[in-house]
């Protein structure tokens, strides 16, 4: 199994933007496809990102797209996710979660799971 860590988390006034990353260990970073999810208060945890191994993929959200962008440095090991023109909607817990080759948007596909960073969107 891999293991994930975020970072990249903070407080930011709306229209502003942040980076989260998302580093693996444990496994080859190869032929894992990774999805970010967030959580806010009170909800459901939903569907953010995912980007596949194969092909390079990328889906996004409804809500995030065109503001938010999903990538890779494979010789990093890390996922990464560039989150700008952010609103107080964009407020939650992210998590990064991993699985092999294809990702999609449903969290029960995902094998591993990191403890998630908090994004707080507010003037």
């Known amino acids: 199994q891999v293991q994930l860590v975020e970072s990249g988390g903070g407080l930011v006034h709306p229209g502003g933007s942040l980076r989260l990353s998302c580093a693996a260990s444990?496994?080859?970073?190869?032929?894992?496809?990774t999805g970010w999810f967030r959580q806010a208060p009170g909800m459901e945890r939903e569907f953010v990102a995912a980007?596949?191994?194969?092909?390079?993929?990328?889906d996004y959200a409804d809500s995030v797209k065109g503001r938010f962008t999903i990538s890779r440095d494979d010789a990093k090991n890390t996922v990464y996710l560039q989150m700008n023109s952010l609103k107080p909607e964009d407020t939650a817990v992210y998590y990064c979660?991993?699985?092999?080759?294809?990702?999609?948007?449903?969290?029960?596909?995902?094998?591993?799971w990191g403890q998630g960073t908090q994004v707080t969107v507010s003037s």
């Open positions: 979660a991993a699985r092999y080759f294809t990702a999609t948007m449903r969290e029960y596909d995902y094998d591993s």
């Open positions: 444990g496994r080859t970073f190869r032929n894992l496809a």
């Open positions: 980007i596949s191994w194969i092909g390079g993929r990328t």
